[in-house]
C-alpha cells in the first residue's frame, strides 16, 4: 500500500507503451480514461498509508500523500480533459509519457535526499521534453518551444546540482535531515545562502518563477492545448512539495534568504502582470499570469512556519482548478488544435453561457475577486507574509493584485459584451458540462468554505 499509487502510474505507463506497439487502432482515450480514474481512487486509498523506504531516502507520510492525491486529481482531470484525436501525434505514446512525467512528479514529493529528488525531477522533466514536440497543427513556434524548453530545462538542473553540490559539502550527507541539521551554522555565510538558492533553481524553473519564467510564453503558445495544460498545472504542485521542504531548512535562520525571496516575488508578480495586459494570445496570457502567481505563492514561504505553508499548498489547490478551468475553456474553443486569441472570446457568452460562466468564474478567482477560491487564498498568503512582519511585500502584492484585474476582467468583459463574428452556437458534450460544473463548483466551494482544507494542509505540515 505503501508504494501502490507510484507502482500503478508506472503500470499505466508501460500499458501505454504495449498499446504502442499493436498495429489495431486500441480505444487510447477510453483507456487512458478509466486508467487515470482507477489511480485516483487508489491513490485516494492509500492515502492512509506510511513508512520510510530505501534506508529513509523515500519517506511516504501525511505530507507526501496530500501532494500525491493532488498530482493525481489533476493527472486525471487533464485526461479527462483532453479528447481531441487530431491535436497530437502518437497519442499511446503521448499518455506514456505523461504518466513517467506524473510517476516522477509523486516520486519527487516524498524524496527527502537529494540524489533521489534530482533523479526523480529528471524523470519528469524528460517525458515533457518529449511530448512538447508531439503537436500534429505545425506552428512556427513549436520546434523552438521544444527546444527552449529542454536547454532551459538543464540549464536550471545544472545550477540545481551546482548547488546540492555546496550543501553536500557542507553536511557531508545527502539527506535532507543530515543537512537541516548542519545548514543553520552556514547560513549567516553568503555561501550556506547561494547553495540554497542554487539548489532551488530547479523548482523556480517549474513554478516559472522570476528569473527562470523566460522558457513559459514560448512553450506555453508552441505546445498542443493538452500538453500546456498539464505542464502549466501538475508539475507545479510537485515543484510546490518541494520548496517547503527545502525552504524550511533555514528555518531557523531566513534572514537573506527571506530577502531574497521577497526580491524574486517582486519581480514575478510586477513582470507577470505588466507584460499581462499587453497580451493578445489566450495561452500567452496564462502563463504571463502563472509567472505572476509564482511570485503570489513564495510570499507564504516567508513566515517559514506551518501557517504559511498550509497557506501556499492551499493557494497552488485553488490555482490548480482556476487554471483547469481557463485551459478547458480555451479547449473547447479551440476544436482544431489551434490557439486561440482574446478576440476569439467575443460573444462567447451567446454561443454558449455556460463557457462564459466558466471562464468568468476562473478569471474572477485569479484576480483575487470574492467569493473565489482566488480571493481566499491570496488572503491567507498576505496574512502568512504580514504577520511575519513583511509589509513590503505585502503592499507589492496587493497594488499588483489591481493591476491583473484589468486583464483578467477583459476575458470577461470580451465573452459578455461583444458581438460574436462566428454565431454558432457552441454544442457541448454531457461530459463537457459536467466538468465545467465541476470546476465552477469547486472554485466557488474553496472560497466559500476554506477552513476544512486550510486544517488537513495545517496538519500536513
Known amino acids: 500500500m505503501t508504494l501502490l499509487p507510484e507502482l500503478y502510474m508506472l503500470l499505466f505507463a508501460v500499458s501505454f507503451l504495449f498499446l504502442s506497439l499493436g498495429k489495431k487502432k486500441a480505444p487510447v482515450f477510453a483507456a487512458a480514461k478509466a486508467l487515470a480514474l482507477l489511480g485516483f481512487a487508489l491513490t485516494l486509498a492509500c492515502s ?6 530505501f534506508s529513509g531516502a523515500y519517506r511516504v507520510d501525511f505530507f507526501s500523500q496530500v501532494f500525491k492525491v493532488l498530482l493525481s486529481a489533476g493527472f486525471t482531470l487533464v485526461v479527462f480533459m483532453f479528447e481531441k ?7 499511446p505514446e503521448y499518455f506514456m509519457f505523461l504518466g513517467f512525467s506524473t510517476l516522477g512528479l509523486m516520486i519527487l514529493v516524498s524524496s527527502v535526499e537529494l540524489i533521489s529528488i534530482v533523479i526523480s525531477l529528471e524523470i519528469s522533466s524528460f517525458s515533457l521534453y518529449a511530448v512538447v514536440p508531439l503537436r500534429k497543427a505545425q506552428t512556427k513556434t513549436q520546434l523552438e518551444a521544444a527546444m527552449k524548453y529542454l536547454f532551459f530545462g538543464a540549464i536550471a538542473t545544472g545550477i540545481m546540482l551546482y548547488g546540492m553540490g555546496y550543501l553536500y559539502g557542507m553536511a557531508h550527507s545527502t539527506y535532507l535531515a543530515d543537512v537541516a541539521a548542519k545548514l543553520p551554522q552556514f547560513l549567516a555565510q553568503p555561501l550556506g545562502v547561494l ?13 516559472s518563477l522570476f528569473p527562470m519564467h523566460f522558457w513559459a510564453p514560448d512553450i506555453y503558445e508552441g505546445a498542443s492545448d493538452a500538453t500546456t495544460t498539464f505542464i502549466a498545472t501538475i508539475p507545479k504542485i510537485a515543484a510546490t512539495a518541494l520548496l517547503i521542504r527545502l525552504t524550511m531548512l533555514a528555518s531557523s535562520n531566513p534572514g537573506q534568504l527571506a530577502t531574497i525571496i521577497i526580491v524574486l516575488a517582486a519581480l514575478s508578480m510586477t513582470l507577470g502582470n505588466l507584460v499581462g495586459l499587453v497580451q493578445k494570445d489566450m495561452k500567452r496570457l496564462l502563463a504571463y499570469s502563472g509567472i505572476a502567481h509564482a511570485g503570489y505563492l513564495m510570499m507564504g514561504l516567508l513566515s517559514f512556519n506551518r501557517d504559511g505553508n498550509a497557506a501556499v499548498v492551499y493557494y497552488i489547490v485553488v490555482y490548480l482548478f482556476m487554471n483547469l478551468a481557463c485551459f478547458y475553456v480555451v479547449m473547447l474553443l479551440s476544436r482544431r488544435g489551434e490557439n486561440v486569441s482574446i478576440s476569439d472570446l ?54 499588483n493584485t489591481v493591476i ?11 465573452s459578455y459584451s461583444r458581438e460574436a463574428e462566428d454565431r454558432q452556437p457552441l454544442q457541448l458534450a454531457l461530459h463537457e458540462k459536467v466538468l465545467c460544473y465541476v470546476f465552477n463548483v469547486i472554485i466557488l466551494f474553496t472560497g466559500l468554505m476554506p477552513h476544512g482544507l486550510l486544517d488537513l494542509f495545517r496538519r500536513a505540515m
Open 85 to 91: 484525436e487530431d491535436e497530437v501525434e502518437n497519442l
Open 346 to 399: 467575443s460573444g462567447l457568452s451567446r454561443r454558449s453561457p455556460l463557457l462564459a460562466f466558466t471562464l468568468a468564474v476562473a478569471a474572477f478567482s485569479l484576480a483575487g475577486i470574492p467569493p473565489t477560491g482566488g480571493f481566499t487564498g491570496k488572503f491567507f498568503l498576505f496574512v502568512s507574509a504580514f504577520e511575519a512582519g513583511y509589509l513590503a511585500i505585502v503592499l507589492i502584492a496587493a497594488v
Open 195 to 207: 547553495a540554497l538558492i542554487l539548489a532551488l533553481t530547479a523548482f523556480f524553473f517549474k513554478l
Open 404 to 414: 491583473s484585474v484589468f486583464y483578467y476582467l477583459n476575458l470577461v468583459r470580451v
Open 48 to 53: 492512509g498509508a506510511r513508512g520510510e523506504l
